[in-house]
């Protein structure tokens, strides 16, 4: 095997092995920080020893293997450590090959469940959660993740290690929370994978629309949390919602990148498989929860649109009224916008504005481009236009997406030019 074959292959096993082999040394070690160097150090000697022989049969066992040689050697030299020093000797028999060693140690499924909510621990401020989780469970490098939310390799660096710092000094313990706290993390675990996955489902600045690769780790995140918590409606829900919105990326743009509006995409671009794992994922929640929760809600809103072949049998009422239930469970702004949205869309234009009127004032859309877009596609649909175009063009300000801005600025030159040659009802040409 060539060295680039070499490194290439072990990139591709990094990625998927990384969560169990953090989580397996973070367990026996009870620090993240020096979980994540003992696994790094087991992927330099792969890099090394690899190009040079065959790839191990078991190449997880063998990374583990060498991590916990590595642990052993730190804490022999540190008297303070004898005790984990001797654990870890246990644990390791020096007579076994290592790649014969089992793939990780039992309780992986416990491991990584530990993992996800110390990553996604309340004591760090979001955007830590956010590159932690990418780091220890997404297996990014630090310069993936700056790429992928455009800020400077230096900053999400800092973040990381800050992060790192805040949980030892925490002294977070590697465990999965009380059932009473339990509830409350899993939200936070939830809400870290679905700012992921948003990112990546609609780019908030840069050239790109969307980048899919951001959407491909949430959801794969997303999956490896509904197998190690399956009793859990809202995980199942989470997916599902991932699953059916994913399933559109294809279709959200044209050949030269411009967005494509819900209802004007080709829906033969859409990956039926997607829909289809979606569906089985929300059935999964509806079977588990007694009532839906925000996650499986909206996972129910997309499957409508998923399940109507052509736009026009999209079963508008249906989601408005999973909107009312949606606003219930979760009252907030961007809630009642959408909700407005599927109004309009059901019981006309008029209906949606007035209720897209009434969050005007809200403090939290103040900033948010699309109250203003969402305003002036009622607006143009009202016959509105000069109206409609400011809207547009005052969403276009807002957002620092290029590939939105010229969309929406092209959206304000026709509801300008629909304005310059509109007539007003009970008027004719040439009187």
Same mark, same amino acid.
């Given at each position: 095997?060539?060295s680039?074959?070499?490194?290439?292959? =072990?990139?591709?096993?990094?990625r998927?092995?990384?969560?169990?082999?953090?989580?397996?040394?973070a367990?026996?070690?009870?620090d993240?920080?020096?979980?994540?160097?003992?696994?790094?150090?087991?992927?330099?000697a792969?890099?090394v020893?690899?190009?040079?022989?065959?790839?191990?049969?078991?190449?997880g066992?063998?990374l583990?293997?060498?991590?916990k040689?590595?642990? =052993?050697?730190?804490?022999?030299?540190?008297?303070?450590?004898?005790?984990k020093?001797?654990?870890l000797?246990r644990? =390791?028999?020096?007579?076994?090959?290592?790649?014969d060693?089992?793939?990780?140690?039992?309780?992986?499924?416990?491991d990584?469940?530990?993992?996800?909510?110390?990553?996604?621990?309340?004591? /760090?401020?979001?955007?830590?959660?956010?590159?932690?989780?990418?780091?220890?469970?997404?297996?990014?490098?630090t310069?993936?993740?700056?790429?992928a939310?455009l800020?400077?390799?230096?900053?999400?660096?800092?973040? =990381?290690?800050?992060a790192?710092?805040?949980?030892a000094?925490?002294?977070?313990?590697?465990?999965?929370?009380g059932?009473a706290?339990?509830?409350?993390?899993l939200?936070?675990?939830?809400?870290?994978?679905?700012?992921?996955?948003?990112?990546?489902?609609?780019?908030t600045?840069?050239?790109d629309l969307?980048?899919?690769?951001?959407?491909?780790?949430?959801l794969?995140l997303?999956?490896?949390?509904?197998?190690?918590?399956p009793?859990?409606?809202?995980?199942?829900?989470l997916?599902a919602?991932?699953e059916l919105?994913?399933?559109r990326?294809?279709?959200?743009?044209?050949?030269?990148?411009?967005?494509v509006?819900?209802l004007e995409?080709d829906?033969g671009?859409?990956?039926r498989?997607?829909?289809?794992?979606g569906?089985a994922?929300?059935?999964?929640a509806?079977?588990?929860?007694v009532? /839906?929760?925000?996650y499986?809600?909206?996972a129910?809103?997309?499957?409508?649109?998923?399940?109507?072949?052509?736009a026009a049998q999209?079963d508008?009422?249906?989601?408005?009224?999973?909107?009312?239930?949606?606003?219930?469970?979760?009252?907030?702004?961007?809630?009642?916008?959408n909700r407005?949205?599927?109004?309009g869309?059901?019981?006309?234009?008029?209906?949606?504005?007035? /209720?897209?009127?009434?969050?005007?004032?809200?403090p939290?859309l103040?900033t948010y481009?699309?109250?203003?877009?969402v305003r002036?596609?009622?607006?143009?649909?009202?016959?509105?236009?000069?109206?409609?175009a400011?809207?547009?063009?005052?969403?276009a300000? /807002?957002t620092?997406?290029?590939?939105?801005?010229?969309?929406?600025?092209?959206?304000?030159?026709?509801?300008?030019r629909?304005?310059?040659v509109h007539?007003p009802?009970?008027l004719?040409?040439?009187?």
């Amino acid at each position: 095997m060539s060295s680039l074959d070499a490194h290439r292959t =072990i990139e591709a096993i990094w990625r998927i092995e990384s969560p169990k082999l953090i989580a397996g040394l973070a367990r026996m070690t009870g620090d993240v920080g020096l979980a994540e160097e003992l696994a790094q150090d087991a992927v330099v000697a792969a890099l090394v020893q690899w190009p040079q022989s065959a790839i191990p049969r078991n190449p997880g066992a063998w990374l583990m293997a060498i991590a916990k040689r590595r642990a =052993i050697d730190r804490f022999r030299r540190d008297d303070v450590h004898e005790r984990k020093y001797e654990e870890l000797a246990r644990e =390791i028999d020096s007579h076994a090959e290592a790649a014969d060693v089992p793939l990780l140690d039992e309780g992986i499924d416990d491991d990584l469940l530990r993992l996800i909510f110390v990553a996604c621990h309340p004591v /760090l401020s979001m955007d830590a959660r956010v590159a932690l989780t990418l780091r220890l469970l997404g297996g990014l490098t630090t310069t993936e993740i700056a790429s992928a939310f455009l800020v400077p390799e230096s900053t999400v660096a800092q973040r =990381i290690v800050r992060a790192k710092r805040t949980l030892a000094e925490a002294r977070v313990p590697f465990e999965v929370p009380g059932p009473a706290e339990r509830v409350a993390r899993l939200g936070a675990v939830l809400e870290v994978i679905y700012l992921i996955f948003n990112e990546g489902y609609a780019a908030t600045a840069g050239a790109d629309l969307t980048r899919p690769e951001l959407c491909a780790d949430a959801l794969r995140l997303g999956r490896i949390l509904a197998e190690i918590a399956p009793g859990e409606s809202e995980v199942h829900g989470l997916v599902a919602l991932m699953e059916l919105q994913s399933s559109r990326l294809r279709a959200r743009a044209d050949a030269a990148g411009e967005p494509v509006l819900l209802l004007e995409q080709d829906r033969g671009r859409w990956d039926r498989l997607q829909i289809g794992r979606g569906m089985a994922a929300l059935e999964r929640a509806e079977r588990i929860g007694v009532t /839906l929760g925000p996650y499986a809600l909206q996972a129910a809103i997309a499957a409508c649109h998923a399940s109507a072949r052509a736009a026009a049998q999209t079963d508008w009422a249906r989601i408005a009224a999973l909107y009312d239930a949606l606003a219930q469970n979760m009252p907030t702004p961007v809630v009642f916008l959408n909700r407005a949205v599927a109004v309009g869309m059901a019981y006309g234009a008029a209906a949606g504005l007035a /209720l897209v009127d009434a969050l005007q004032s809200e403090p939290a859309l103040q900033t948010y481009y699309l109250l203003p877009a969402v305003r002036g596609d009622l607006l143009e649909k009202c016959e509105r236009f000069a109206e409609a175009a400011t809207e547009f063009r005052r969403a276009a300000a /807002l957002t620092h997406n290029a590939g939105q801005q010229k969309f929406l600025l092209g959206r304000a030159a026709t509801c300008a030019r629909r304005n310059a040659v509109h007539v007003p009802e009970g008027l004719t040409l040439g009187t």
